[in-house]
């Protein structure tokens, strides 16, 4: 469904996007996962043929977005990160708009607004101006004004920054609805949680590059399916060197990670060596004040990987 190869973005001395590759396969559903700023949104953009690449190639179908743009996008739906909707209008006023974008009209764009607000569940509040309903609202009007047209491929630009937990739960059920449907979607968010639930794949973006790509599965096979320890410690341990020297033997360097007093570490078996991580520690005049294990996650495969967390 999707090929890019090598794919590039400069704006002028600053690289955004460095040599990105990944496919998409029809009907999967993809992850780009990744902080703020790591160009996730300068890579759609691109794709969906708004930005010209610096370099690169990138087709849609075998089709050239970058030579046939408007062609390529007749297959694609976007939901944007901002709100693109106007805000004076109902609901179904700006579907009926949206639609006749994609050319859409008389009884098949009614018909299409109609299954729309069931999908997005607002049905009951299509007459009311989008201006009198909530942030989760807005963005579920924002994803069926993209799915009007039935796109082969559904692109989601960080859908559910800043609203309320409801309509998140319904977003993302709507998304697995409509993949399991046979619709392709790129999920980009920097939101773990909603990429491990929906995504059978994921790209793991930082500073432009992608750093890992692969099923949970496979992502997790990097860090060896290790467990992260983590041991926050008191304003006592100023001399990291001598906490990261007394754990030598214990880890190997790449697995252990002392920062703002959060001293981590990977581990296939944590309780076997968390007594003598803290008697170590302690005998370097530092104190552990709280002990936390996460078992093997997307945040734990970031963090290996970049040697900082995801929300850093």
């Not at 009198?132 to 993209?146: E, L």
């Not at 039935?150 to 059920?173: A, K």
């Amino acid at each position: 469904m999707l090929t890019v190869q090598d794919l590039r973005k400069s704006f002028g001395q600053f690289e955004a996007v460095k040599g990105v590759s990944f496919s998409v396969e029809k009907g999967e559903s993809f992850g780009l996962l990744g902080p703020n700023g790591a160009g996730k949104s300068t890579t759609i953009n691109m794709i969906t043929g708004l930005y010209p690449p610096t370099a690169g190639t990138i087709q849609v179908k075998d089709i050239d977005v970058i030579k046939n743009a408007k062609q390529a996008q007749k297959w694609i739906g976007v939901v944007p990160q901002e709100i693109a909707l106007y805000q004076e209008m109902s609901a179904r006023e700006n579907l009926k708009f949206w639609g006749r974008m994609y050319n859409l009209s008389g009884k098949a764009l009614e018909k299409s607004i109609d299954e729309v607000l069931e999908i997005i569940g607002l049905t009951d509040r299509s007459k009311d101006k989008v201006e009198t309903f909530s942030g989760g609202m807005k963005r579920r009007v924002n994803i069926g004004a993209a799915i009007l047209h039935r796109p082969d491929m559904l692109i989601m630009d960080e859908p559910t920054v800043g609203i309320d937990p409801q309509s998140r739960n319904h977003i993302l059920e709507t998304v697995k609805r409509l993949n399991s449907e046979g619709m392709t979607i790129i999920y980009t968010s920097h939101y773990m949680e909603e990429v491990e639930y929906l995504c059978e794949r994921i790209g793991i973006i930082d500073h432009g590059e992608l750093i890992a790509s692969g099923t949970l599965k496979e992502l997790r096979e990097t860090i060896g399916d290790r467990s992260r320890i983590n041991l926050t410690l008191d304003s006592n341990a100023t001399d990291t060197g001598k906490i990261t020297a007394a754990l030598e033997g214990l880890f190997l360097e790449k697995d252990l990670q002392l920062q703002d007093y959060l001293l981590t570490a990977f581990h296939k078996e944590p309780q076997s060596v968390l007594s003598e991580i803290i008697q170590r520690v302690t005998k370097t005049g530092a104190r552990v004040s709280s002990v936390d294990i996460v078992e093997p996650n997307l945040e734990s495969i970031f963090l290996h990987l970049t040697g900082r967390s995801l929300r850093d």
